[in-house]
């Protein structure tokens, strides 16, 4: 899937998106608006790499975030729907995920999270759509850009109507 298809897709529709980085850094939203048109549909995006900004600018929760940590699939949909509301778009995309090359020490409840694992998540006026992965044997930048693939693929799916959760966690 390519941003190119994605800012058609949206425009075509009328829709918009937004975008919640964590694991991304604000790469998916530049790869977005680097699409000629983008500005029509793309609405802006929040970085929220710290734990407090995912709480206090994208309103998730804060018991959320001590319960489970920052990488954990019920936290990317959280950062999805706050964006998707913060900037008034009709899709919501967060990131979030370590990338290595040291465990996130936020973790879950079962630990530390390894490098090359993340979610990625869309919310969007029909449902949600959340992707886990693990790319264990990727550095830094090939885990965000396979980060950045599956938020092209979940908004895809979510564009095409198919909402729920793709683990890909277990597959490496």
């Given at each position: 899937?390519?941003?190119?298809d ?5 425009s ?36 929220a ?42 899709y ?17 409840l ?52 198919v ?10």
């Open positions: 899937m390519n941003a190119a994605i800012i058609i897709a949206l075509i529709r009328g829709h918009t998106v937004a975008t919640a980085e964590s694991l991304t850094g604000g790469l998916l939203c530049g790869i977005l608006t680097s699409v000629p048109g983008a500005s029509a549909v793309v609405r802006g995006g929040v970085v790499y710290a734990v407090d900004i995912k709480a206090n600018v994208l309103n998730v929760d804060a018991e959320l975030l001590a319960r489970h940590g920052a990488v954990d699939p019920v936290v990317a949909v959280h950062m999805a729907v706050g964006v998707r509301h913060l900037f008034g778009a009709t919501g995309v967060a990131t979030t995920g370590s990338a290595g090359p040291d465990p996130d020490p936020g973790g879950t079962t630990g530390p999270v390894p490098p090359g694992r993340g979610f990625v998540a869309v919310a969007g006026p029909d449902g949600d759509v959340v992707i886990g992965f693990d790319h264990p044997d990727r550095d830094r930048e090939g885990v965000r850009q396979g980060a950045i693939e599956a938020a092209l693929t979940a908004l895809r799916r979510s564009l095409d109507g909402h729920g959760t793709d683990d890909r966690r277990a597959s490496g």
